[in-house]
């Protein structure tokens, strides 16, 4: 099939630049120094070649990313990075032999844990970002209500998301040592094997994790592209354009097709004037657009550009390879 | 059913405030006045509603929304509001009995319409927004073509959108005004009963229009109830508190749950600080919560809100009275 066959908007991977970014990655961070974030893709077809390249355990941020990434065997390690109140789905799947490490951060979550059956838990520290996760000084203390309880400690995660885009580097560098040095307290405080941190924006400088959580490394985005890594953009929405004008032109991605999260997405060539919930405007510059024409969006956040989406297609250029259902969206 | 057995995060529609929505619509614009857009809901239980209100026809904005709603008996007279290359699949639903007019403003989009076998579109004329339609002084012309290539031409349409929001009042008037007056000296090149325009930030001042094409007033949002309107907040994502600090506090309803094109959300008696992928995090300011506690955000903007979701719930407050598939979503 050729992508001029493809209802727009559609979701493109380009197969190449999927495949280096995959590799790139595994070669900094081999085996299990890398917990791939399902969140990023949602798609099991994905995470497979993610597996194939030598990481088993993956990180996951719902309950259905998890159901489905046990439904299609990739259910050998999976860590909810995120507390959850009913666990109960999560226990199911490890009494059908499913491995599921949760995230916990008060008593509460812990009780959740309980309740739902869940074996093994990591206590999440707060390293910065006003999110989630205890004070560093609580894990200890946490670890230890958990252990009491019959749970398996396996250590901590902690998540420097904060820190993805500090620039230049040698002030993200000193931030990160800064922020992981709380999590490494914490976690001789809790005992385990698991140090877990990082993400995309960070995985070449946190040397103190025992394994990064990156996910956005897969497709790549406008807004982490910025930032000099070594990954290439492998994820573009294609639209058909429907309109052009004396000054500018619409292509029928919009708003419901794209993250916006991080403002508006690139089109190479043109400048993008604003969104609607089915088009974007733009002044097309040096591109000579025809109605009919199809051309290439670059979303500026890509998790939630993929979630609105049933499916990706792998493309080599023009050429579709195959379709891959985006198939943990929902809770 | 109650609410606090739904999986969070969860899209809510309260069964009182929509049906006082569309009962104050249906009042200001009865009948054939309102040609409710469904791209806001995307929701064949609530078009059907809208239809027992005495509305006969509806906008769409995508091909699959006309297509859903055909086959759940609401073809009965579609407005795709949108330009499209390919009306191959319109041209079916049209075959099997369907009446549906295609929005057209160039010669590909009329070649469109007739390679696709569509019988009736509208010239789409642009009244400022700077999206697709046609110049004013070219809409005539179009028609003729459009006319002379054997399609029924229904008069025309032109989206106000840049004027949703204008404030205060009588700039709004004046400007929806001159805008219009465009779209109605077009109408008198073009000739047709059609001139459809306008949306829920001008449905009461637009009396140019033959039939205004609303949609957010079912559900509403944020950003359009800081105008004003009759309408009351009928959507609410439904969250669970996952965690609690010391200054802030986490809802599970994130970036993959809310239209974020027009900001954050709001949560009532709170401010909220930011939103990730699956968390808001707020300060919850005199809210006592605790870890577990279910609490409503409330969107920014409907469209994108909704289409992240396979479902909404219809309640009355606590109790669940109806789940309704969000069935239109995708292209």
Redesign the interface.
Known sequence: MHVDDL???ALLVERGALRRNLDTMSAALPGTRLRPHV?AHKCTSLARWQRDNGHPGFTC???RECEVMVEHGLGGDLLLA?????ASRLGALVRNGARITLAV??R??IA?ALRGNVLEVVIDV?VGL????C?PEKAGELAELARRNGLEVRGVMGYE?HLMMVRPEEDQRRMVRESMEKLVAAAREVGGELVSAGGTGTYRLNEWATEIQAGSYALMDSAYAELGHPFEQALFVLG?V????A??A?V?VG??AL???HGNPTIPGAQV?F?????T?FAPGALKL???DRIRVVPA?V??TV????AMWLVDGEQVAERWAVDMR??
Chains 1, 2 share one sequence.
């Open positions: 209802v727009t908007p969140k941020a719902t309950i995120n507390e959850v109140v009913d951060d008060s509460e979550t959740a707060n006003p999110r989630c996760g004070p998301g058909t429907i309109s052009v004008s000054d500018h619409v029928d708003l419901k993250g916006m999260d004037w969104c609607s919930d089915e088009h405007t025809r109605v009919g956040h998790d939630p979630a609105y989406h049933e929902g809770w």
